[in-house]
């Protein structure tokens, strides 16, 4: 199978500036979750999709959100660009139904910088 | 809220030695446990994960860890580190009922020296 696919891998936009992500799960995996990684806040969970619904969000403000598509792929926008965005921003995905944790893979990730 | 802590940001051991990285979780109940390895520019890893039972866990790689329910930790083991282990660890859990939620800790650097 195919791994969690995350797309563009690399990006770089000015403040003020929105970005779209983009991830692709496993074939047949309905869960995406995103976590953003910085070296002073360290991994952070965003939200988490399921059947495009969101059943799980961390603590971060409005300007971070998400989607998820009838084919499972997920993405998140980040409008009104500040520099504290820059982060790998990774994905994952999981193939539970449950609310109890089923076992995440996780994407490579995308760098995003903000000038 | 959960919180996990990685109380050594860096260490370096030579390779050949044994490693133990540490982790402390606070949680009023038995969360599930991970741990999870990155490379530099890479994704994570899983190493391997606790949901119950045994507490000596074996995971890829030649790792285990030991859950010790009395000192909430969650250390993870190696008897004999190789070069290419040199990496960042991550520990995490997650909550019964909180879904694929994942709280990490702060990542122990490893570096290996030859």
């Known amino acids: 199978k195919a791994g969690v696919t995350q797309t563009p891998r690399y990006l770089i936009k000015t403040r003020g500036q929105q970005v779209t992500l983009s991830c692709s799960p496993i074939s047949g995996h309905r869960s995406v979750s995103w976590y953003q990684q910085t070296p002073g806040q360290g991994l952070q969970f965003l939200f988490e999709y399921f059947s495009e619904t969101q059943r799980n969000k961390g603590n971060f403000p409005g300007r971070f959100s998400g989607r998820q598509f009838s084919n499972s792929r997920s993405e998140m926008n980040v409008s009104t660009l500040e520099l504290g965005d820059s982060a790998l921003y990774l994905c994952?995905?999981?193939?539970?139904?449950?609310?109890?944790?089923?076992?995440?893979?996780f994407g490579p990730g995308t760098r995003l910088t903000v000038l | 809220a959960q919180s996990v802590t990685q109380p050594d940001i860096h260490i370096t051991v030579s390779e050949g030695a044994s490693l133990e990285l540490r982790c402390n979780y606070s949680y009023g109940a038995t969360p599930y446990l991970f741990w999870y390895v990155q490379s530099p520019g890479q994704g994570l890893q899983l190493l391997l994960k606790?949901?119950?039972?045994?507490?000596l866990v074996q995971g890829i790689k030649g790792f285990e860890a030991e859950f010790k329910r009395s000192q909430s930790s969650f250390n993870l083991r190696k008897p004999s580190v190789h070069w290419s282990d040199a990496a960042e660890y991550f520990c995490a859990v997650a909550v019964t009922g909180g879904g694929n939620k994942l709280t990490f800790g702060t990542g122990t650097q490893l570096k290996v020296e030859l």
């Open positions: 994952a995905s999981s193939a539970g139904t449950a609310l109890s944790y089923n076992e995440q893979f």
């Open positions: 606790y949901f119950s039972g045994d507490t």
